[in-house]
């Protein structure tokens, strides 16, 4: 069984509609966009994703630089080996795709990327049409030709959307209706470094080995998939554990009373999602709004001297009859350790517990030329 512990403060914290407790902690110079699409889907769904980036420095003008990773249980690891599959504001940097909106934006600035994927990453069709993104933050003109770069923050939200056909009352003739177009999405964040799950970050402060996605509720009216990033570094993958908990917190179990679980290998920066992922995954049908999906690291193998492992997790809850979603974002089951984050002055630690170290090191960086 993964779970370690309960779900406390921070499920409420990230509760929407929770006023200011339902702020997050998103800024950062290297952010995950778990899931990014440019692809239909079931029924007569076609899925877009635009990005907003948005510059949180008070002074600096920024750069960004975003690379994509396909979809599959495949390495993304030769996307870091140069930058002629990153998209970026300037030529001269080496990138393999230019967007000017991405160079120089101004202190508070927000630039919008109209499905990037569509227009940049899969213009020639050749390559998968969704994945994630790894977004890249930087002080205007400072990426040198090495990789290094004076490190700024931003802040990345997504928009994930598909057009849909909706009937609005005729007001010109009484009981009849006008066929309308419009579109139906949901917002997806990016996930700032230091909130990767760490499968080192296991102390008496809390497990963050493992996140939860909440409400996997598949029914003749609803669908739900999940996806997984291996946010590592590009020379670790990462053995994760999938597991379904009813809605008393029992695990489910099979015909010979084993708990239902599936093991998947994910080779470095891979990223992966499963449909219906409780029939399909799980073996399990009709399945009520009260079930928990635990994804948690287990393992990890690494070419590297000193592994970085790091990952995250999203859900998606589709209505079926209208292809309508919702986000389901991945929550610790430990409460957020304000110690750490905000040490007294007497704090004889300096602030460091023993699940600091989680948010010390960077899974990537920038390439060389």
């Not at 000017?100 to 990327?113: D, E, H, Y």
């Not at 669908?223 to 597991?243: E, K």
């Not at 920066?269 to 409780?278: D, G, K, P, S, T």
Request: hydrophobic residues 40%.
């Amino acid at each position: 069984m993964i779970r370690k512990g309960l779900q406390t403060a921070l499920l409420t914290m990230l509760t929407m509609g929770a006023g200011t407790a339902a702020a997050q902690f998103m800024a950062a110079d290297l952010i995950y966009l778990p899931a990014a699409t440019h692809t239909p889907g079931e029924g007569e769904s076609r899925w877009r994703s635009d990005l907003y980036i948005t510059n949180v420095e008070e002074e600096d003008a920024i750069d960004v630089a975003l690379v994509y990773l396909p979809t599959g249980q495949n390495s993304n690891a030769d996307r870091f080996d140069d930058r002629s599959t990153w998209l970026g504001g300037r030529e001269a940097d080496g990138f393999g795709f230019i967007d000017p909106v991405l160079a120089r934006i101004p202190p508070g600035g927000t630039v919008v990327l109209e499905d990037p994927i569509g227009e940049y990453f899969d213009a020639d069709g050749e390559i998968a049409n969704s994945g994630a993104i790894v977004i890249f933050a930087y002080e205007a003109g400072t990426l040198e030709d090495d990789g290094t770069r004076v490190f700024k923050n931003a802040i990345v939200n997504s928009r994930v959307y598909t057009p849909m056909t909706f009937y609005l009352p005729d007001p010109d003739n009484e009981g009849e209706f006008t066929e309308e177009r419009g579109t139906f999405g949901q917002t997806l964040p990016g996930v700032a470094w230091y909130n990767l799950a760490d499968p080192s970050a296991i102390s008496e402060d809390g497990d963050f080995s493992f996140l939860i996605l909440t409400g996997a509720v598949e029914s003749r009216n609803f669908r739900y998939n999940v996806g997984v990033l291996n946010a590592s570094d590009p020379l670790s993958t990462i053995t994760v554990v999938i597991q379904p908990f009813q809605g008393d917190g029992e695990p489910f179990l099979d015909e010979d009373d084993n708990e239902i679980s599936q093991i998947i290998i994910m080779p470095p920066l891979a990223q992966v999602q499963f449909n219906n992922v409780m029939s399909t995954l799980f073996g399990i049908e009709d399945v009520e709004p009260d079930v928990t999906i635990d994804v948690a690291v287990v393992a990890w193998a690494s070419g590297a001297a000193e592994p970085i492992i790091g990952m995250t997790t999203y859900g998606n809850m589709i209505d079926d009859r209208t292809n309508d979603p919702t986000a389901i974002l991945p929550l610790f089951a430990f409460s957020y350790n304000i110690a750490c984050q905000w040490p007294s002055n007497n704090d004889e630690k300096g602030g460091k517990s023993a699940g600091a170290s989680r948010v010390s090191r960077r899974p990537v960086e920038m390439p060389a030329r």
